[in-house]
């Protein structure tokens, strides 16, 4: 039997989102199982609250005072659901943490994910920006997901074409915007290994290491790790969201205007268009390491907002304004955000 589903009021959310940022969830409920969560989901309708669903809090910058019933998202649960000879279909609940989730189907022989070893986070966010590393997201492996509507209660699943997966990017953040919570998701992994190593610092990292032998997943995924934790500061340590703004995609007339003004700009082709990649505009724009109060760009990543303490949501966005507006001025490119505002 389960217990009634506890609702804390005035909760304090410091400690559960990575950019360490004060905020105040006027609701909060941490659900274990589905009961709980529809029970959690009753409560909100009868008050009339918004809801707040929260994984990791590791892609969010939050208000100092939410009005709102922050629930946090904590169904566990992993299983193989079938396997062939060509694919193994997995199935994880939404609570479960991302990398070790991705370190379990390597353990099950279902490969794939390497790529994605040591995002923060939780399975049930993943969906939400279709997340992505090294050259892999989640759409290449994605089946469907289940997931609540909030205004209606019912389970409703959507497959890959549903979800409208993009670039950082799914219905989830467009027509279908805070209507569900997702509770488990559903991949059709490799039964065999096939590395996808087109990222430069990935492929030089693993033959300096292991040179021409035939690589493991698990060697994938450490240095996968090796190179993250080179590179991208431990929540831990320093509060941050990841990458702050998405890649801008511009078309081959800027890009020609770019290059000609900057002959080292970093650029990849997507389709006709052009990828930038953001943390060379804002490191050019000479962003990098920069520090106004408590907030700042990392300095081995320019890319990554860091909180070097007391920062508020508001100090956050105030800084992230900054450094929108110097690289459109000097590029004239328009940045966007990639971590979600709550206010
Ligand atoms: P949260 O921050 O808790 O939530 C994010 C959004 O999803 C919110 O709008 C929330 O309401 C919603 N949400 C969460 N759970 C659910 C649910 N069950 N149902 C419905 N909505 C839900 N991202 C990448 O894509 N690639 C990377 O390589 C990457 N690297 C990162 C590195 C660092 C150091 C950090 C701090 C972040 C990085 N991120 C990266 C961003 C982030 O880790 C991912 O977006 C991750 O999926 C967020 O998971 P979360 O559980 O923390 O989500
Ligand atoms: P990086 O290797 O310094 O590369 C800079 C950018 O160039 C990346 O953002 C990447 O775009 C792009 N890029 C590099 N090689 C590419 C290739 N061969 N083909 C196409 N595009 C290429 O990036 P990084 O900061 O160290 O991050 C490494 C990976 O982890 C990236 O995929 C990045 O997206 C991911 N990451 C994401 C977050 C987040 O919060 N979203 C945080 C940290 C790292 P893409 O971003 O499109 O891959």
Known sequence: MTLPVTIHQNYSLI????????????????????????????????????????????????????????????????????????????????GENWHEFVLWSIDQEAYGLENLSLIPGCVGAAPIQNIGAYGVEIKDYFVSLDAINISTGDVEQFDNFDCCFGYRDSVFKGEKKDRYIIISVTFALDAVLSPRLGYGQLTDSLSEKHGDSVLTALQISQAVCDIRQQ?????????????????????????????????????????????LAAGWLIDRAGLRGVQQGSVGTYQKQALVLVNHGGATGSDVIAFSQYVLEKVKNQFGVELEREPRVYR
């Not at 431990?234 to 290059?259: C, H, Y």
């Open 15 to 94: 400690h559960q989102n990575t950019l360490g940022l004060p905020s105040i969830a006027r609701y909060y409920a941490e659900v274990n199982t589905v009961e709980e969560l529809q029970e959690a989901l009753t409560f909100a309708k009868e008050k009339g609250l918004v809801i707040l669903p929260l994984g990791g809090g590791s892609n969010v910058v939050l208000g100092d005072v939410l009005d709102a019933l922050v629930i946090h998202i904590n169904l566990k649960g992993l299983s193989v659901v079938h396997r062939d000879e060509r694919q193994v279909t997995v199935t994880a609940m939404a």
């Open 231 to 275: 590179k991208l500061p431990d929540p831990k340590t320093i509060g941050n969201a990841g990458s702050f703004f998405k890649n801008p995609e511009v078309d081959q007339q800027t890009m020609e205007r770019l290059k000609k003004e900057y002959p080292d700009i970093v650029a990849y082709p997507v389709g006709e268009k052009w990828k």
